[in-house]
Every structure is written in structure tokens, then in C-alpha cells.
């Protein structure tokens, strides 16, 4: 689940200062992030629980998590001998315990995997689809044409797609695996059985979901037990998740595509379990069990571009994480960032962004049912055409129009005013890193997209179904505006914004990246790109650094420190600086990460103060 700020002065600060004591307190002794701590013996309160901290350096293998638990398996899996995509998957099922309410077996998500044998970087596609029967009107009202209210939307069957994390799992697994899923979901299942301790950050996020939780049986029983909030110091258990991964550890993954668990999972999604007594109207989904049957994992090419002699690659359509960083990069790669001159690099940060985005809405869909250039759109040639509508001293007013990635580039081309307006993606994702001793690296984004998904629990089965479908375009355009390419369709997957990267200096690896945060995700990634490649600051610093970010809408959305380090500077160039809404308010990512320093040595990073901080851990540290 995601983590609301624990501590938001630390943000507060202007941007140098926050980027260099954060980073200066991120120092950890060399003891630190070795091995987690032993298991709890059943019914004890796990009360040693792995320690967080931000930053680990070290040998043998390294993983970055939003959570200790799920940072610890992932370690235990390397420490038997398993490899970086093993961890990754046990790391992401022991999250499905901890933090259920994006990191369930009910969603999908985007990986990104180096193959150190081969030197090469491969792109596996877990996003969910709708289902067969889903139409591009289907998330209208039909007495008034209108798409229906979000809230409805949400919490409904209606917005439930396909699962595809298990899938994703399997066909992962066997391509790059050495161990079965039986054994990785060994260290979720007793992390579900024994719990964890409730922190504030969980209540807190329990609570914000507690009207609409209470008014659906099966998830009330499972997440305020008792019928109460849990309470911080106690000690939350899913023993209905133990018993369905125990069971998935034996049927394997078919027991979802075309077994008992899909109908289960397609039975609560058509007729959710909702208390009969409550007033809340949540709509019958479409999904049925053809549906599972139907429903494949992706192995695709990954979006590649060159940036600063550097190899960069990212997840490729149906996620717009990859082209869109790649666009922006191609973009900024006209120009010289200067570290000397922060204000004017983020200047430049800021309209590639605005542009690229422009192009990701018209362009990006489901390259299954949409023709999405994407070479084109990832070509020098565009990305030299849009970068001559920057101007170094003025700031374009958005929206600016899309380009024309059609293989014919001029100079430059007039800007344009008018444009899509961002469609609504929910910030509720996860991001974890794992390298391995062997140099094998994974970057992977799971979710449920809004906070606790649709809010429905599969009833005895301890995890929550996704509302990914929401991530559609709800409305058609009007008529004569240009086609878009995310409304919904039969099996379609909708476009995401998750941008699991992975960089190469020379063939090898050198840094992968990724953090949830909706559609600021591709935001936060170049932003972090750009401040460890561009602005001279290390990895620990290019994290904790306050951020903005624009999606090509008239306000840039920052955190306070970078408002008060850079807000009169970029105002100046005619950018209108607000504090980011969220949710969490004025909180923007929860970035994981990790970076080769030389040869076997490795450091993991998580943040250390967004959404309550995350876990980096390393198998041998560094001394």
C-alpha cells in the first residue's frame, strides 16, 4: 500500500539544502542492510521486524522496496542462490501482505528485466484487460450520455480488468527464473500468517477507504476487523492470503486462468458482495470467466533511446512510461543542463515534458487495437522538431498541441493551443528494484491503480480486485476531435503511465528506476534521470531532491522545497507553479532505486522521508 509523509518538514527545505542533508543523513554504517531478521515463531507479534532505512551499499545482491518485509524476502531468495527475478516476484507477493491495497494478486502491473548473460533488457506487460463484452461507451450514463461519476466508477465490478499479475509471474519466471512460485511465495505466506505491526501510515490509509470498505462484506470482515480501524501496535493478519498463495503454490498459476480461482475472481467482479444494508450504488462488472481464459502476459521489445551516452530502456505500450521518458530525453538531449544553473535545466526539464506529454495522449494506447508510432515518436528527428519550440527564456502555455511523428521533420513547427485534457490515473502504485550477484536486474511496478483498488475483496480469498479499467478514457471525444487512443475496447489493455527503467553504460548496467505516482510517475522518473545524469548529484540526492512535475496542463505541480528553492526563477519564465495537490498533498512519488557503482559493487535507494520512507537492503555490506 502507499505511504502517507511521516515528515514533511524535510520537504519544506529549499532544493539544494533538502537534496544534501537528506542525502549527508542517508549515510548508514557498514553493518548496515545485511540479512533480515528470522521469522516469528507463529502467533508472536513479529516485533523484530527487518529495520527501514533508505540507503545500502554492498555485494552479492541488493533490492529496494517500499516495505522491510518485502525488502527481506527478497533477500532471503538471493541468499538461497535465487536470481534478481526470483526475489522480485517474492518481493512482490510479500507486499501483497503488506501492502495490500496496491500490490495485490488482483492487479497487474510493467517489469523490466537485464539478462546479464546476454546483455540484454527484456519488457513483460501484466497490465490487465477489459472484458470481452466491455465497449467504448460502456463507462457512460445512458440517460445522459455523460461518463458516470468517478467515485461510482471505482468502487464498481465495472471498472475491474482481467488480473495480470500472476500471469505476468509465470511467463516471467520461466523465461528467467530458477526457482518455482511454490517456494518464492513461501516468505509471503508466513508473513501473512504470523502479520505485521500496524503503523500509523497503515491506519491512516485504512481509514481513508473506511466508508466505502464497510459498505462491502468481504472486505470489511478482512480490513477492519471487528468492525474497527486496526490500531496502531497491533499485530493485522490475513490468514485467508496465506491459505489461497499455500493453494497457488500448488495449482500454479492456471487456477486463475481458467480454474476456480478465476471463477471466484469473476463471480465477486460481476456480482460484488456489497452489504444489503448499505446505500452505496456499486455496479455489476463485466468480466467472466472466458475472460481469465483468455487473458496473456506480454513479452515485448522495450523502448530504448541514447541519452547522454547512456542506454536507457523503459516499458513500451500499452504503458506510456517508456515512450514518453524516452521522448523527453530525445528532447533534452538539444540541450546543454547545466549543474552551475539548476533553474534553467528545470526550465528545460519542464517543456520537454509538457511536450512529450502532449504526444502521449494522442498517440499511446494499446498497441494491440491502435497503431502507436512509436519509433517515430522515440526518433531524433521528432524529438530535434519539438525541441525547437522551447524558447530558453519563456515557458510554453499549455496545453501545447501534439507533434506529427509521420517520418517528416521541418525545423520547427508553430505551437499549438489546443489539446486533450489528462485523463485520471490513481497514484497508488508500488516500485521495487533487485540486482543479483550475477549483474541480472529487475524494475518492476505492480498496482491495484486507486488506493485499495475497486475496493472489493474476492470473499475468503484475502486480496483486493484492481480498478484498472478506470484508467480508460471514460468519455469518447467529441465529434470531429481527433481519435483517442485509450477508450475502452474488448480485451483491451488500458494506457498506464508506469515507467519501470532500466539504464547501460557500455552493454552493462548502471541504474534502474521506477516510483507509483499515477501520471507523475514519467515525471518523477526524468526528474531523476536528469538530476543523476545532468546536475551532478548522486543517487541518494537525485531521490530525495524535491520535485515537480508537468503533464502538459497549465499549472506545474511542485512540492514546497522546490517552490522555495526554484518557484521565483521559473515563474519568471512564465511557468505558474502550484503545490501539488496529491493525494498524499504536496507529496510526489515514492521513488525506488538502485545504481552499479563499479564492478559487483551496488547501492540500493529508497526514499527516505516520502510516504513514510522505504527499505534498502543489500546481501553483503559494503565495509
Known sequence: ???????????????????????????????????????????????????????????????????PDASAAALEVLRRGGNAMDAAVAASATLGVTEPYVAAIGGGGYLTYYDARTRRVHAFDGRETAPRTMRADSFLDPATGKAIPFDEA??????????????????????????DLRTLLKPAIRTAEHGFVVDQEFRDQTAANEARFRDIVPT???????????????????????????????????????????????????????????????????????????????????????????????????????????????????????????????????EASKLAYADRGRYV??????????????????????????????????????GSPDGRYDPCVPPGTQTRALAYEGPQTTHL???????????????????????????????????????????????????????????????????????????????????PGGSTIITTVLQILVNRIDLGMDLPQALAAPRATQRNTPQVFAEPAFISAYGRALAARGHRIEPFPGPPREVIGAATALEFLRPGLVQAVAEPVRRGGGSAMVLTPAR
Open 1 to 67: 500500500m502507499s505511504r502517507s509523509p511521516s515528515s514533511s518538514n524535510a520537504l519544506r527545505r529549499s532544493a539544494a539544502v533538502a537534496a544534501l542533508a537528506v542525502a549527508a543523513s542517508l549515510v548508514v554504517p557498514a553493518t548496515a542492510g545485511a540479512a533480515p531478521a528470522s521469522s516469528p515463531a507463529p502467533h508472536t507479534p513479529p516485533a523484530e521486524q527487518p529495520a527501514k532505512q533508505p540507503v545500502a551499499t554492498g555485494y552479492g545482491g541488493a533490492v529496494s522496496t517500499v516495505d
Open 220 to 350: 470489511r470482515e478482512l480490513f477492519l476487523p471487528g468492525g474497527r480501524l486496526p490500531e496502531v501496535g497491533s499485530v493485522f493478519r490475513n490468514p485467508d492470503l496465506a491459505r489461497t498463495y499455500r493453494e497457488l503454490g500448488r495449482r500454479g498459476p492456471r487456477w486463475m486462468y481458467g480454474g476456480g480461482l478465476g471463477d471466484e475472481v469473476a463471480r465477486t467482479a460481476a456480482r460484488p458482495p456489497v452489504d444489503p444494508a448499505a446505500g452505496r450504488k456499486v455496479r455489476p462488472g463485466l468480466m467472466r470467466r472466458g475472460d481469465l481464459r483468455a487473458y496473456r502476459a506480454q513479452r515485448r521489445e522495450p523502448t530504448h533511446v541514447a541519452y547522454r551516452g547512456l542506454d536507457v530502456y523503459g516499458e513500451p505500450p500499452s504503458s506510456s512510461g517508456g515512450s514518453t521518458v524516452g521522448e523527453a530525453l530525445n528532447i533534452l538531449g538539444n540541450f546543454r543542463l547545466d549543474a552551475k544553473d539548476p533553474a534553467t535545466a528545470l526550465h528545460y526539464y519542464l
Open 365 to 402: 494506447g494499446d498497441p494491440s487495437q491502435v497503431d502507436v508510432p512509436l519509433d517515430e515518436l522515440l526518433s531524433s528527428g521528432f524529438a530535434r522538431e519539438r525541441a525547437c519550440l522551447i524558447r530558453p527564456d519563456r515557458a510554453a502555455v499549455a496545453p501545447v498541441a501534439p
Open 433 to 515: 528494484v533487485v540486482a543479483d550477484k550475477w549483474g541480472n536486474v529487475v524494475a518492476y511496478n505492480v498496482t491495484l491503480e486507486q488506493f485499495g483498488g475497486s475496493g472489493i475483496t474476492v470473499p475468503g480469498r484475502g486480496f483486493l480486485l484492481n480498478n484498472e479499467l478506470t484508467d480508460f478514457s471514460m468519455q469518447p471525444p467529441a465529434p470531429g476531435s481527433p481519435p483517442d487512443p485509450n477508450l475502452p475496447g474488448p480485451h483491451k489493455r488500458p494506457r498506464s503511465s508506469m515507467a519501470p527503467t532500466i539504464v547501460l553504460k557500455d552493454g552493462r548496467p548502471k541504474l534502474a528506476v521506477g516510483t
Open 154 to 179: 471505482v468502487t464498481s465490478g465495472l471498472s475491474v480488468g482481467v488480473p495480470g499479475t500472476l500471469a505476468q509471474w509465470d511467463l516471467a519466471l520461466r523465461r528467467f527464473g530458477t526457482r
